[in-house]
């Protein structure tokens, strides 16, 4: 079971950046997935989430500027951020599980299985 991040880097403010979060060794269908972010000296923060009970959420904290989406051909949820700001500067982790409340919840704590992270940094 596996979850594999990709898609940071550095970017300049109201840039942008599209990651990927690729599953694999798991039923796709059965897991939801969510969007975390961990900034430097801070805790991790759930900012995302798509399962097939509880559709798409985006936090507010970065509501209109991120959006969630997924292609199940692939085995892939995509977050897309536009008008990057310096403070969105984090690694960028997704991760599943089969309790879709429990990702709807966006705490960090206790899910099936974590990707190991990609780094996005805002900065001109």
């Known amino acids: 079971v596996r979850l594999e991040e990709s898609g940071g880097g550095l970017v300049q403010p109201g840039g942008s950046l599209r990651l990927s979060c690729v599953g694999s060794g798991f039923t796709w269908g059965d897991y939801a997935i969510g969007w975390y972010r961990q900034a430097p000296g801070k805790e991790r923060e759930g900012i995302s989430f798509?399962?097939?009970?509880?559709?798409?959420y985006i936090a507010d904290s970065v509501k209109g500027r991120f959006a969630i989406s997924g292609d199940d051909a692939l085995n892939t949820v995509y977050l897309e951020m536009n008008n990057l700001k310096p403070e969105d500067t984090a690694v960028y982790y997704c991760?599943?599980?089969?309790?879709?409340?429990?990702?709807?919840?966006?705490?960090?704590?206790?899910?099936?299985?974590w990707g190991h992270g990609t780094q996005v940094t805002v900065s001109s």
């Open positions: 991760a599943g599980d089969r309790r879709d409340d429990l990702i709807a919840t966006l705490v960090p704590r206790s899910l099936e299985v």
């Open positions: 798509i399962s097939v009970k509880n559709g798409r």
